[in-house]
């Protein structure tokens, strides 16, 4: 069984007991959580789909960590100027543990 949910603007595919790394929420550490922006359930042939969301459907996971992604470097360059601009970024994130699927 797994789902399609949708967090920080981005979707995930996920199964219980995976991990995934979402855009960072504002949870604690250790603490449990649910997403109730379901988009689609599948298990086996049985397949539901929401219209945008599933109607009573839920994922529960638990914050196992806060963290920061590695590094993307961007330039930005100019031939015969003598311009060249370079700029680093790390993404925060939070890694969630999927506990369970709710179809409600």
């Known amino acids: 069984m797994y789902a399609v949910i949708q967090t920080g603007g981005k979707q995930y595919r996920v199964a219980e007991g995976d991990t995934v790394k979402v855009e960072k929420l504002a949870a604690e550490t250790g603490s449990s959580i649910r997403l109730n922006e379901i988009l689609m359930v599948a298990d086996g042939a049985d397949v539901r789909l929401g219209t945008p969301y599933l109607a009573g459907g839920s994922v529960d996971a638990m914050v196992e960590r806060h963290g920061r992604a590695s590094k993307v470097m961007t330039t930005k360059f100019r031939r015969r100027k003598h311009y060249m601009k ?9 890694a969630l543990k999927i506990t369970a699927i709710n179809l409600g």
């Open 86 to 94: 370079r700029q680093g970024h790390r993404q925060w994130f939070t």
